[in-house]
């Protein structure tokens, strides 16, 4: 079975554009987890989405959004990029988002802001 | 709000050795599941251990077992016969049964095995 995947891996973006993330889950699985990585915040939570519905968002400003499609594939929206968005945007599925089932996570896109 | 510190920036363990990474968390919840989460240089991050707060025992996976003391809050993870491919930075996360979709994660342990 494939494992979860991001594209694009790399991304260099300028300050004021906006950029698109995509993560495809694994087959099966509808639950879909945003995280951002940085060195300086670690680990924090985005948004989650379920069977085509946000369920959970983490404290992120409005630039910050995404959706889920009906084969579950996600996408997340970065507008108006800002210097400090730089980072790995990880995400992570799940067959339902329940509290014991194991998330699978991609293998990241960094992304870096000039 | 939920918090997860990991107070162990660093670490590092001779190999076949044994090492403990630390794990300390704050939830007015009673339903909870704590996970560790290990990430290789440049590589996904992938599940190591998981344990149900409602399970007294202890888990374990073969050389990887932990230490959850629900009282205290404290969720430490013993690494048994370390290997060289135990190097790698080791998260320590907390995820609800109401707010399941969201992990909440410690800043992270880097772990490094000396031959």
């Known amino acids: 079975k494939a494992g979860v995947t991001q594209t694009p891996r790399y991304l260099i973006k300028t300050r004021g554009q906006q950029v698109t993330l995509s993560c495809s889950p694994i087959?099966?699985?509808?639950?879909v987890s945003w995280y951002q990585q940085t060195p300086g915040q670690g680990l924090q939570f985005l948004f989650e989405y379920f069977s085509e519905t946000q369920r959970n968002k983490g404290n992120f400003p409005g630039r910050f959004s995404g959706r889920q499609f009906s084969n579950s594939r996600s996408e997340m929206n970065v507008s108006t990029l800002e210097l400090g968005d730089s980072a790995l945007y990880l995400c992570?599925?799940?067959?339902?988002?329940?509290?014991?089932?194991?998330?699978?996570f991609g293998p990241g896109t960094r992304l870096l802001v000039l | 709000a939920q918090t997860v510190t990991q107070s162990q920036p660093e670490m590092s363990v001779q190999e076949a050795e044994t090492v403990t990474l630390s794990c300390t968390y704050d939830t007015s919840e009673s339903d909870y599941y704590l996970f560790w989460y290990k990430q290789p240089p440049s590589r996904q991050m992938i599940l190591v251990i998981r344990q149900e707060a409602y399970k007294q025992q202890n888990a374990t996976e073969n050389r990887f077992s932990v230490n959850f003391q629900k009282a205290a809050k404290s969720f430490s993870l013993k690494i048994s016969d370390s290997q060289l491919g135990d190097a790698a930075m080791y998260f320590c996360a907390y995820r609800s049964n109401t707010n399941a979709g969201k992990s909440t994660f410690g800043d992270g342990t880097t772990l490094t095995v000396k031959p």
């Open positions: 087959s099966g699985h509808r639950s």
């Open positions: 992570a599925s799940s067959l339902a988002g329940g509290g014991l089932e194991t998330q699978y």
